[in-house]
């Protein structure tokens, strides 16, 4: 990475990090790019060459972190492990996770989940459905979560589930 892509590295993730600040205090609707700016210490020119609004941090952030676990999923090379290692990382960055959920954002997640599963609109229907079946089971699990707190450990809620077996009874 050259110095101007560096430098451009650093502004995002500045940005991002002010963003989540300030969401922490206030109401994503109520975050203006002026203040957020402010906050991140940047210009409205830097803020515009990299994100086309405040929404748009969120997604690539979101995008960034599931990458990064799909990344060390595969270095696992253990499918079998899919599960706990999807739930851990939700685990690691629970406090973001649960600051999108508290102020309304879960969509993202769930819209995330949908790009990390590949759908399509160039696949066919039996394929775009399946793998919208498994990005709404895994949205379901994941938003039941972060509706509890995520007071278990990813270990734990492996266990609950593992444990229901039948779970219509």
Not at 29 to 56: H, P, W
Not at 91 to 101: G, H, I, Q, R, T
Not at 116 to 139: M, P
Request: hydrophobic content about 35%.
């Amino acid at each position: 990475m050259n110095k101007k892509q560096e430098l451009n590295a650093f502004i995002k993730e500045c940005i991002t990090k002010a963003l989540i600040k300030q969401m922490e205090t206030q109401s994503f609707e109520d975050i203006s790019i002026t203040s957020l700016v402010k906050t991140a210490g940047v210009s409205r020119v830097s803020f515009y060459r990299n994100f086309k609004s405040k929404q748009d941090i969120l997604e690539k952030h979101l995008d960034t972190l599931i990458k990064e676990w799909g990344k060390e999923f595969e270095e696992k090379g253990d499918p079998t492990y899919f599960s706990e290692s999807l739930l851990t990382h939700y685990y690691n960055y629970k406090d973001f996770y649960l600051l999108l959920y508290r102020q309304g954002l879960s969509p993202l997640i769930y819209e995330n989940i949908r790009s990390a599963t590949g759908i399509e609109a160039s696949q066919n229907n039996i394929e775009r459905y399946a793998k919208s079946l498994v990005a709404g089971s895994i949205f379901g699990w994941v938003d039941e979560w972060l509706r509890q707190g995520m007071t278990e450990t990813p270990q734990e809620i492996i266990m609950l589930t593992a444990s229901q077996g039948d779970v219509s009874k």
